[in-house]
């Protein structure tokens, strides 16, 4: 059974309600905000028929400390939903069965901050991937805050945590899909190489990378070619230089 999750913010929230309506099970707006957006907001919120309550800032502040939601940017709108799935091995199976392009996934080795989830989800989204990857351990999940950066990419991409990392990438290699592992030592450069086919890109957090048993597991390593004095990017920036390379050549 799935879990309830409280998100928040205007995009987060509108995109609950565009895609997954019947997940959306209350809605709290902040009384005194009567702009543009909450009133286009409000009229969705009528229109699927989920129910909403017209707060006041000292019970909406009261809901925030009670969920544990401090210091966020939560735009006056909070939504109690069933929290996206997350996705198991059997379900990456599927998804891979009835694929009709060359799929194209993006996997995380021990990214623990669930800001670089959501970034990454979102990156996802706009890159065409067909899902993310991470370790059911030592990794980030779908929390309020992955959702909230994610810009409503939860709702579109599917989430997979998997026991055994290594040992799905094997599985991943078996079926034909090329697994690329980024490594800042890496001696061959992204843009050496041809992306055109079944691909899995993986990166590690920042800082660590990839751990021994994953990168031993990578078809090939590679890097994304570095001029000033910083030693590596963000994890979910790397994530956008790799897939929009790999959209790049697929296009030409």
Same mark, same amino acid.
């Given at each position: ?62 809901? /925030? ?30 998804? /891979? ?7 194209? /996934? /993006? ?146």
């Amino acid at each position: 059974m799935s879990e309830s999750l409280w998100i928040y913010g205007l995009h987060a929230v509108f995109s609950a309600l565009d895609n997954h309506p019947e997940r959306v099970k209350e809605v709290l707006l902040l009384k005194g905000r009567d702009d543009a957006r909450m009133k286009k907001l409000l009229d969705q919120v009528t229109e699927v028929g989920v129910r909403y309550r017209l707060v006041s800032r000292d019970d909406f502040d009261r809901t /925030l400390h009670k969920q544990q939601l401090k210091d966020i940017r939560h735009q006056g709108v909070l939504a109690l939903t069933t929290a996206a799935p997350v996705l198991k091995e059997n379900d990456l199976e599927a998804l /891979l069965d009835n694929l009709e392009e060359p799929p194209l /996934l /993006l996997v995380l080795d021990g990214v623990t901050d669930p800001h670089n989830i959501g970034a990454c989800l979102r990156t996802c989204d706009a890159a065409g991937a067909h899902g993310l990857i991470v370790p059911k351990d030592k990794s980030a999940t779908l929390t309020a805050t992955a959702v909230k950066i994610a810009s409503g990419a939860t709702d579109t991409v599917p989430f997979f945590a998997v026991t055994n990392l290594a040992r799905t990438l094997e599985e991943l290699k078996q079926r034909g899909i090329w697994v690329y592992g980024t490594a800042g030592e890496a001696s061959s450069e992204i843009y050496q190489n041809r992306l055109q086919g079944p691909i899995a890109l993986v990166m590690g957090a920042e800082g660590k990378g990839l751990r021994r048993l994953t990168r031993e597991v990578c078809d090939e390593l590679i890097h994304i070619p570095m001029a000033g004095d910083v030693s590596s990017l963000n994890v979910s920036v790397a994530a956008g230089v790799c897939l929009f390379e790999v959209v790049r050549q697929r296009r030409s």
